[in-house]
Nanobody, 127 residues
Framework: QVQLVVESGGGLVQPGGSLRLSCTAS????????MGWFRQAPGKEREFVGA????????NVAESVKGRFSIGRVGVTNTIYLQMDNLKPEDTGVYYC???????????????????WGQGTQVTVSS
């Protein structure tokens, strides 16, 4: 099965450290996507982290990570990144990239996911 959304960049980091996750969406479905990040901690429901419009001109992150996490897009491409700074143990979880047609940003920015998910990448914050 072809993976339309692929994440990379997870790993183990100490509290206070930084990680950058990347995600690329295939152009097999659309030429441009609204894209975002969600995460799921052990025993908890999946939660919204942040989103980017198709051009990257508009981004937003959840209040829980504001000031520590930021989202950017690599030019006008279907690759986004999640820069995570000052990481805390409660940031531990599986981080998922989500993507859908560019028009879906109006929903995605409020945490309503689109149709396509990546396989997830593990982030562990521990000393």
């Amino acid at each position: 099965q072809v993976q339309l959304v692929v994440e990379s960049g997870g790993g183990l980091v100490q509290p206070g450290g930084s990680l950058r996750l990347s995600c690329t969406a295939s152009e097999r479905m659309y030429s441009s996507y609204a894209m975002g990040w969600f995460r799921q901690a052990p025993g908890k429901e999946r939660e919204f982290v942040g989103a980017s419009s198709w051009s990257g001109a508009t981004t937003n992150v959840a209040e829980s990570v504001k000031g520590r996490f930021s989202i950017g897009r690599v030019g006008v491409t279907n690759t986004i990144y999640l820069q995570m700074d000052n990481l805390k143990p409660e940031d531990t979880g599986v981080y998922y990239c989500n993507a859908d047609h560019a028009d879906s940003y109006d929903k995605l920015r409020f945490g309503v996911p689109g149709a396509y998910w990546g396989q997830g990448t593990q982030v562990t914050v521990s000393s």
